[in-house]
């Protein structure tokens, strides 16, 4: 249940949001390139002013992190975009100067008390506070955390900066479909590679296994070539963040929409429905990184369709 706007219980954790961005960046034709504009109008009253702006038809979203602290452990899931990194192809991302870091500190956490950062994918805005810029140098910001994160997403990402194409670097056995896109230049390099060079990367399976005591990396790969979300579990109840599966309550009502940067489409769309599915079956609290409006919600079924109602 939320203590406040922003804060939330489950079992013996607490559950903040930190935020970065608040945005109205995208309409229904950019975001969710080739759909029907149906899709949305067949849901249009369901959405606030706080998730669609009524007069431009623009999806308002958010970019943040969540902190998660248990009894043994204070952990960011996902690290948002990152000030001062070089994303020229989303302008609304390129360098930034938010007080991402003020905002930690005011939920009474500094950079060297964060022990683990989980990544649910490589992509720009879940890994920049990765890193920060210390003279001329990307360097760790949380010097004294476990980074953990898919070692086939780190595979990937490092043969792309090196090069590779896509297909050279995805394993042919994991029945992705094509890939219709490929991951920013620079993220890996800027936000990635710093952190193992410093010694901070525990890279994982993400096979379902617990990474951290209750906290688990779940597969939904699609968005990115190893999607993972993160499952938490305490005293019986259940968190989900849920990534990049979906970036707008929309998907929860019209699961076959896929994003414009969903890399691997078809697998997208498996994984959405899987996530749906998990969720209204666990009652898990879904926590999303792209929600607007409380950021945090549950998801309901009656028959094949899907509801969301925020916390």
Same mark, same amino acid.
């Given at each position: 249940?939320?203590?406040?706007?922003?804060?939330?219980?489950?079992?013996?954790?607490?559950?903040?949001?930190?935020?970065?961005?608040?945005?109205?960046?995208?309409?229904?034709?950019?975001?969710?390139?080739?759909?029907?504009?149906?899709?949305?109008?067949?849901?249009?009253?369901?959405f606030?002013?706080?998730?669609?702006?009524?007069?431009?038809?623009?999806?308002?979203?958010?970019?943040?992190s969540?902190?998660?602290?248990?009894?043994?452990?204070?952990?960011?899931?996902?690290?948002?975009t990152?000030?001062?990194?070089?994303?020229?192809?989303?302008?609304?991302?390129?360098?930034?100067?938010?007080?991402?870091?003020?905002?930690?500190?005011?939920a009474g956490? @500094?950079?060297?008390?964060?022990?683990?950062?989980?990544l649910?994918?490589?992509?720009?805005?879940?890994?920049?506070?990765?890193?920060?810029?210390?003279?001329?140098?990307?360097?760790?910001t949380?010097?004294?955390?476990?980074?953990?994160?898919?070692r086939?997403?780190?595979?990937?990402?490092?043969?792309?900066?090196?090069g590779?194409?896509?297909?050279d670097?995805?394993?042919?056995?994991?029945?992705?479909?094509? @890939?219709?896109?490929r991951?920013?230049?620079?993220?890996?390099?800027?936000?990635?590679?710093?952190?193992?060079?410093?010694?901070?990367?525990?890279?994982?399976?993400v096979?379902?296994?617990?990474?951290?005591?209750?906290?688990?990396?779940?597969?939904?790969?699609?968005?990115?070539?190893?999607?993972?979300?993160?499952?938490?579990?305490?005293?019986?109840?259940?968190?989900?963040?849920?990534?990049?599966v979906?970036?707008?309550?929309?998907?929860?009502?019209?699961?076959?929409?896929n994003?414009?940067?969903?890399?691997?489409?078809?697998a997208?769309?498996?994984?959405?429905?899987r996530?749906?599915?998990?969720?209204?079956?666990s009652?898990?609290?879904?926590?999303?990184?792209?929600?607007?409006?409380?950021?945090?919600?549950?998801?309901?079924?009656?028959?094949?369709?899907?509801?969301?109602?925020?916390?």
């Amino acid at each position: 249940m939320a203590t406040d706007t922003r804060t939330y219980r489950i079992g013996d954790a607490t559950i903040t949001r930190i935020d970065e961005l608040a945005l109205a960046a995208f309409q229904f034709g950019m975001l969710y390139p080739g759909a029907d504009p149906e899709a949305l109008e067949r849901h249009r009253e369901r959405f606030g002013p706080g998730s669609l702006d009524p007069g431009t038809g623009t999806f308002v979203q958010s970019v943040h992190s969540w902190l998660v602290r248990t009894p043994h452990h204070t952990i960011l899931i996902d690290t948002a975009t990152g000030n001062d990194k070089l994303r020229p192809d989303v302008p609304a991302l390129h360098r930034l100067n938010e007080p991402f870091l003020a905002r930690l500190a005011a939920a009474g956490v @500094a950079p060297e008390e964060v022990d683990h950062v989980l990544l649910t994918h490589i992509h720009a805005d879940h890994v920049g506070w990765n890193t920060r810029l210390v003279d001329g140098r990307w360097v760790p910001t949380f010097p004294n955390a476990t980074y953990v994160f898919s070692r086939i997403e780190q595979s990937y990402g490092e043969s792309l900066a090196d090069g590779a194409e896509p297909a050279d670097a995805v394993r042919s056995d994991r029945a992705l479909g094509p @890939a219709v896109r490929r991951p920013f230049d620079r993220v890996y390099d800027d936000s990635v590679r710093p952190v193992i060079e410093a010694g901070l990367a525990r890279l994982v399976e993400v096979d379902g296994s617990e990474v951290l005591e209750g906290l688990s990396f779940i597969p939904t790969p699609g968005h990115s070539v190893d999607h993972a979300s993160i499952r938490l579990v305490s005293r019986g109840e259940q968190a989900l963040f849920a990534g990049d599966v979906m970036h707008h309550p929309l998907q929860v009502y019209e699961p076959s929409l896929n994003s414009c940067f969903c890399e691997f489409p078809e697998a997208a769309v498996r994984s959405r429905a899987r996530v749906l599915e998990d969720a209204a079956e666990s009652g898990a609290t879904v926590f999303t990184t792209h929600f607007a409006e409380s950021s945090a919600g549950r998801i309901s079924r009656n028959g094949e369709r899907f509801a969301w109602q925020f916390l």
